[in-house]
């Protein structure tokens, strides 16, 4: 009786998963700032990509740094909200997808990476906390993992979130999410 409650209850939570009204936000009133990012005025009409500090490949967690990056590289962001240090499923889609060298070679040449976590353990500057609140209910996600692709100015192109197969099959589902919009 108690493993079929359990196996019950594991399988509710996999239909279910992880919502955004289980993200508690931090409310650490540390106001430290983002990245630092030139001024539209600093930059030229199209951002170069010799005049951004991005490392390509890397997680970044500032989105009007990310739009700026994508602006200058010309690629799509890939915004992961997420609950890092409690939602099983972010777990998933980390070891399984986002370590994987498969992943980070395409996201290297590919990608602007973006992190929007919403953590209950860890603290986040309030300023990030904010942006991030912000960010989530102008995308109206209300699950996690979601895996947003933006284009440069912003706007969704597509959402996704784990996809089970690794990290090979993850890229070709990006690849054919990418491709859609440029039909």
Known sequence: MR??????ALLAFSVVGCTAQD????DDTDSQPLLKVKSDEELSEKPQAEDIDYELGTWITDYNAALQYAKALDRPIMANFT???WCPWCFKIRDEILVKEAFKA????????LTLDFPRQKKLPQAEVDQNNRLLQQFDVSGFPTIML??????EIARTGYQPGG????VK?????????SE
């Open 167 to 170: 990290a090979e099959p993850y």
């Open 106 to 113: 395409y996201a290297r040449d590919n990608l602007v990476l």
């Open 150 to 155: 933006i284009d440069s100015n912003g706007k």
């Open 3 to 8: 493993t079929t409650l359990v196996l019950i």
């Open 173 to 181: 589902h990006l690849k054919s999410l990418l491709a859609k919009k």
């Open 83 to 85: 609950g890092s240090d």
């Open 23 to 26: 993200a508690k936000p931090a």
